[in-house]
């Protein structure tokens, strides 16, 4: 197997430093590069140990590296691909991804090939609500699937090296085709973000024209809703990279759409409850909380009083069984009931752990939705 002792992390974000905490507990020996070409990003991310060196000169750590991670936007990572593959590189340099399109980039590392060079597409499913390199976790990608996508089949033994390297990632590995993972993720993430932000767009207009209707905005709308809040521009970024297989989609939509705009306007029931009832059967079977293309959100839901203190004596309890929530929300619900709280948290053993700490520490009733 190839030794590794020095990687460049292109892009030390959420997911850049992420995989270079990762990397650095299961190889504490490897010397990790970093760049971005803001300095302080560098220089905070170096302060907090997450990389070990790194700069604003990209030539300098690609050329001295042996593994290379583009962990960049897609419309970023083809620019810097480019760049890159005119560096004076090690002959036996392996190069890697993070996007979350891949037969853009793909076929952008073709000019990888022509130099004898192994480019081994890749794509974490995992992410946060956080971003940057404060937010860097590296548990971030614990029991994800990380999508591998090799240009041929000649490049085992490199994907085989690329899985070392990430072990400490404690990720469940996939190979697939570049076409394969732009179908799958389409579907599976790419539309539910287009169809959310759709929702909320016509919600706002709902709102101006009846205000009130904001109070409503609640429940089972803001739990479909969620993703909307979205970076924009990585969103606008993976629209246009997988536009032929989204517009695909769209029309699909648009025909399914279409004959369930008739069955409601025939007041087709038998129809209509066929619709819900294969819908509910398909959710039903898709195993809960299982890290995906859409990050799993683990909520806990607490009843609690209208008194002063009583989201103090909430958080308290959590505290002090050192259980890290990652964001609280009081649900808008009536005057003259408890209110609840909406706690998220990182996985689902802190999200059974703090609901148990909670209904023998306190009086109120909390329950998992």
């Known amino acids: 197997m190839k030794k590794i002792e020095n990687i460049l992390i292109i892009g030390v ?3 850049g430093a992420s995989l270079a905490r990762s990397i650095k507990a299961a190889h504490p020996d490897i010397f990790i590069n970093g760049y971005s070409h ?7 991310a170096k302060d907090l140990g997450i990389i070990d060196d790194g700069g604003t000169c990209l030539k300098q750590g690609a050329e001295v590296a042996d593994v290379i991670f583009f962990c960049t936007p897609v419309k970023v990572t083809l620019a810097l691909m480019e760049e890159v593959n005119s560096f004076n590189l090690k002959s036996d340099v392996l190069l890697t991804d993070v996007g979350s399109t891949k037969q853009e980039i793909l076929e952008q590392a ?4 022509k130099n004898n060079r192994v480019f081994i597409g890749g794509h974490p499913m995992a992410g946060s609500h956080k ?5 860097a976790d590296k548990d971030l990608f614990e029991n994800a699937y990380y999508i591998l996508v090799p240009i041929n089949q000649k490049q085992q033994k490199e994907v085989v090296t690329l899985q070392f390297l990430l072990k400490g ?5 996939i190979e697939l085709t570049a076409k394969e993972h732009d179908e799958m993720t389409a579907v599976l993430s790419h539309m539910p973000h287009l169809l959310a932000s759709q929702l909320v767009e016509r919600a706002e207009e709902l709102m101006i024209l009846f205000p009130e209707s904001r109070k409503l905005a609640a429940g089972g709308f803001r739990d479909i809703t969620r993703i909307a809040s979205s970076d924009p521009k990585m969103w606008t970024d993976i629209s246009v990279s997988n536009s032929n297989i989204l517009a695909s989609e769209i029309d699909r939509w ?4 279409t004959e369930l705009k008739k069955r409601i306007i025939d ?6 409850f066929a619709f819900f009832k294969e819908a509910k059967d398909a959710r039903d079977s898709i195993p809960v909380h299982k890290e995906g293309s859409i990050p799993g959100f683990h909520d806990i839901y607490v009843n609690v009083p209208d008194y002063p203190g009583a989201i103090a004596e909430v958080t308290a309890v959590l505290a002090e069984a050192k259980i890290s929530l990652i964001n609280i929300k009081i649900m808008e619900t009536r005057d003259d009931i408890f209110g609840i709280l909406r706690i998220s948290f990182k996985n689902e053993r802190d999200a059974t752990i703090a609901m148990d700490c909670l209904n023998k520490k306190t009086t109120y009733t909390s329950f998992i939705s």
Do not use: C, P, R, Y
Request: aromatic fraction near 8%; glycine fraction near 8%; charged fraction near 25%.
């Open 110 to 113: 073709q000019i990888f090939e």
């Open 267 to 272: 007041k087709n029931e038998q129809a209509l």
């Open 38 to 44: 803001d300095e302080k990003e560098i220089v905070g």
């Open 13 to 15: 974000g959420l997911i």
């Open 131 to 135: 971003s940057g390199f404060l937010a």
């Open 169 to 173: 990632t404690h990720a469940k590995f």
């Open 254 to 257: 648009l025909v399914n759409l």
